[in-house]
């Protein structure tokens, strides 16, 4: 089933992109169109295109980029083990913005797990890969009763 939501992230250096989204994170290029410098990319269920736009895209730039891209956007997503990525994805040296952790968050009355961490791509672009860890009863505590 195709996704209802893919975001496409301009990148500064194609090549660059394509080698950490493939070779450190694990995704893998479905399709690409070379002379646009444009890639569509899958990570289990997770797709996204990146693209290094020419200085006459018909899209792109609209303003000056400037580093860190995205800024104001964590791009959230699902892998089967997030350990085992992180593990990855600490061995490249890439920036990790947030370590491996394991954190609940309250959804009505339940609570719902995450095993997440949260690493920059080169152009800054913050993607927090989690691992779902299912829901329990929420925890009362004396603050919260």
């Not at 660059?16 to 890639?39: H, K, Q």
């Not at 997440?116 to 800054?124: I, L, R, S, T």
């Amino acid at each position: 089933m195709r996704p209802a939501l893919v975001p496409e992230l301009i990148v500064s250096d194609i090549v660059s992109s394509l080698s950490v989204y493939t070779g450190v994170f694990g995704f893998r290029v479905l399709y690409e169109r070379p002379e646009e410098r444009f890639a569509f990319l899958e990570r289990e269920r997770a797709q996204l295109m990146l693209e290094q736009p020419l200085a006459h895209d018909r899209l792109w730039p609209r303003a000056t980029f400037e580093r860190p891209f995205g800024r104001g956007v964590n791009l959230q997503i699902e892998v089967s083990d997030a350990a085992v990525l992180h593990q990855t994805v600490e061995a490249s040296g890439l920036e990790l913005v947030l370590p491996l952790e394991e954190r609940w968050y309250r959804r009505g009355v339940e609570e719902v797990g995450n095993r997440q961490f949260a690493v920059a791509d080169p152009d800054g672009y913050v993607l927090r890969f989690f691992q779902d860890l299912g829901a329990r009863p929420r925890i009362s505590t004396p603050s919260s009763a």
